[in-house]
């Protein structure tokens, strides 16, 4: 049996097929005893090249938006899921593919592109459909955390919850991704009981991002927003033994993040589907 701590990774990949180009596989077959989460994928599954869509040695799921090249989320385990959830059962978020829900025994992992709240000029007019997406997320998994449910939710939450999380907030505050009320929205989580894996195993340690803007020597100076999270229920949270931003991993805006889980998380009579050949 192997003992060794399963890896959980989320990362905005903006764009699947670019970053194709630019070494994900290769990355991706580096990461062992793992379940890989993606946003932003912008393809439909049919459009992903065959090496991508089903590498060996990955079960794969996607959930793409009807609107074509915007949004989605994708997800690659060495060893198959339970099952894999994609409906909210709303329409407005459901037709931006937005939510994967993969089940492993005991553990959820929910795979969320959280929307920004800039529109299309570049305005504030996406707000109102980010904060209801968060709240209604957040209202959903109440129930299920207060009864102790083993849950992931990982992610780019389009939003920096406190001023630590990016390089210059107050240059930002009327910026959305930390904008009051964007950042009280998040709040509501933290009183629900979520723990931030990366706070909870870093601290308040300063300059550690998952985001920079594309503007020439940014990423250089590390002038970054940390925006991706993987959150976990208290209950989940007694088996997260580590926790890490991979700021050095390139390919996207966004980095990859990752929790690592102590196996018994999945249950004491779960057993790993074999892994693909």
């Given at each position: ?52 869509r089903?590498?060996?040695?990955w ?11 915007y ?11 339970d099952?894999?959830?994609r ?36 305005d ?36 920096a ?12 505050v009327?910026?959305s ?6 950042r ?24 550690r ?24 229920s ?27 889980l ?16």
């Amino acid at each position: 049996m192997n003992d060794a701590p399963v890896r959980v990774l989320s990362w905005n990949i903006n764009g699947l097929r670019s970053a194709a180009k630019k070494g994900f596989i290769d990355w991706l077959e580096q990461q062992q005893n793992a379940v890989v989460g993606l946003q932003e994928v912008r393809a439909e599954e049919n459009q992903l090249p065959d090496d991508v869509r089903e590498p060996a040695g990955w079960f794969t799921h996607f959930h793409s938006a009807q609107r074509k090249g915007y949004s989605g989320v994708g997800l690659y385990s060495r060893h198959a899921p339970d099952r894999v959830e994609r409906e909210l059962g709303i329409e407005e978020f459901d037709v931006e593919g937005r939510v994967q829900i993969a089940h492993f025994g005991e553990l959820q992992i929910w795979n969320v592109y959280f929307p920004n709240g800039s529109g299309k000029d570049r305005d504030l007019s996406r707000i109102p459909y980010k904060l209801e997406f968060y709240e209604h997320l957040r209202t959903r998994l109440l129930p299920e955390v207060q009864n102790g449910g083993r849950i992931l939710v990982m992610g780019d939450f389009n939003t920096a919850h406190a001023e630590i999380d990016l390089a210059r907030p107050k240059d930002n505050v009327k910026t959305s991704g930390f904008r009051p009320e964007e950042r009280e929205a998040f709040g509501l989580w933290m009183k629900d009981g979520w723990v931030d894996t990366f706070r909870e195993q870093h601290g308040d340690v300063e300059g550690r991002y998952s985001w920079w803007s594309q503007r020439q020597g940014v990423r250089a100076r590390n002038v970054g927003w940390r925006i991706d999270y993987v959150l976990a229920s208290p209950a989940a949270q007694e088996f997260v033994v580590d926790a890490e931003i991979h700021a050095s991993v390139l390919g996207s805006d966004h980095c990859p993040i990752s929790v690592d889980l102590d196996r018994a998380v999945f249950g004491p009579d779960y057993r790993f589907a074999s892994a693909k050949p």
